[in-house]
Nanobody
Framework: QVQLVESGGGLVQPGGSLRLSCAASGGTLDRYAIAWFRQAPGKEREGISCITGDDGRTYYPGSVNSVKGRFTISMDNAKNTVYLQMNSLKPDDTAIYFC??????????????????WGQGTQVTVSS
């Protein structure tokens, strides 16, 4: 089974950027759909982007307008790693960010119960 490890979180000022990484081991990501989720204190976990492992198609849920145009998901198959580039960060982006994999390989939504494998999460704090 695949194991996922996130990295790249930290403290950043409003307007700054971070790039999160989700490194996979125990399996190749071309068989999976990989999504990024985030969970802010007191809120439910929400899906913010997904990429299909076999062809790299990317998806951003229409319900999360706040990340459109600012966040970009990508994949490096050679490194078996998925990235989330986050620009123009806002205090509302403060959350724990998780990557998750669904043996798909298609992105079919952001129901947390649909994803079989999860990383431990990485904290992103946006504050001046």
């Amino acid at each position: 089974q695949v194991q996922l490890v996130e990295s790249g979180g930290g403290l950043v000022q409003p307007g700054g950027s971070l790039r999160l990484s989700c490194a996979a081991s125990g399996g190749t990501l071309d068989r999976y759909a990989i999504a990024w989720f985030r969970q802010a204190p007191g809120k439910e976990r929400e899906g913010i982007s997904c990429i299909t492992g076999d062809d790299g198609r990317t998806y951003y849920p229409g319900s999360v307008n706040s990340v459109k145009g600012r966040f970009t998901i990508s994949m490096d198959n050679a490194k078996n790693t998925v990235y989330l580039q986050m620009n123009s960060l806002k205090p509302d982006d403060t959350a724990i960010y998780f990557c998750a994999a669904d043996l798909g390989p298609y992105c079919i939504g952001y129901d947390v119960h649909s994803y079989d494998y999860w990383g431990q999460g990485t904290q992103v704090t946006v504050s001046s």
